[in-house]
């Protein structure tokens, strides 16, 4: 299934839907402000919360956690050295590690489970501006899939504004 998801979430009060390749609202990002640190929640179309994600306040490289019920269910992280790539890493509890590669600036990369694509990311599928495409394989967990290209976009821009 293809998501299309808005990019550039300059402002943690930001509000806006995930839709599907038709235009139907399948998820919200609820940015919530006045926290210590960036967090979001994804609820589904009915507003039930799907998942969490918080940045982490102290880290060797951008972190962030997607919770669920309170527990971390994945922690995303940038690669410390990654010369011919972007590259991003994604551990999951009782799965493993999960690999982002490509060019996470131009959002053109794959999410990757033991070398297999598991997910796309692209902004070349749409023309809107500001936006970009999630093609998720059949059977993954498509919200945390879509929580982990949010994650990425997050890291991407914390960066740009340090350099």
């Not at 599907?20 to 640190?37: P, T």
């Not at 527990?71 to 590690?97: C, M, N, Q, W």
Request: proline share 1%; hydrophobic share 40%.
């Amino acid at each position: 299934m293809r998501y299309l998801v808005r990019e550039r979430l300059f402002s943690i009060s930001d509000d806006f839907w995930v839709t599907d390749e038709h235009g139907n609202k399948v998820f919200l990002v609820d940015g919530k402000a006045l926290r210590l640190r960036d967090t979001f929640e994804l609820k589904d179309a009915s507003g039930a919360i799907l998942a969490t994600i918080r940045k982490r306040f102290l880290s060797f490289t951008d972190t962030l956690d997607i919770e669920h019920d309170d527990e971390v269910v994945a922690t995303v992280h940038k690669a410390v050295f990654s010369l011919l790539h972007h590259r991003a890493y994604v551990d999951i509890p009782g799965r493993g590690r999960l690999e982002a590669v490509g060019n996470i600036i131009d959002k053109d990369f794959e999410i990757r489970d033991d070398g297999q694509v598991i997910a796309q990311v692209s902004r070349s599928w749409f023309r809107i501006r500001d936006t970009y495409g999630v093609d998720i394989a059949p059977g993954e967990n498509e919200a945390l899939i879509i929580c982990i290209a949010i994650c990425l976009d997050r890291i991407h821009h914390a960066g740009e504004r340090r350099d």
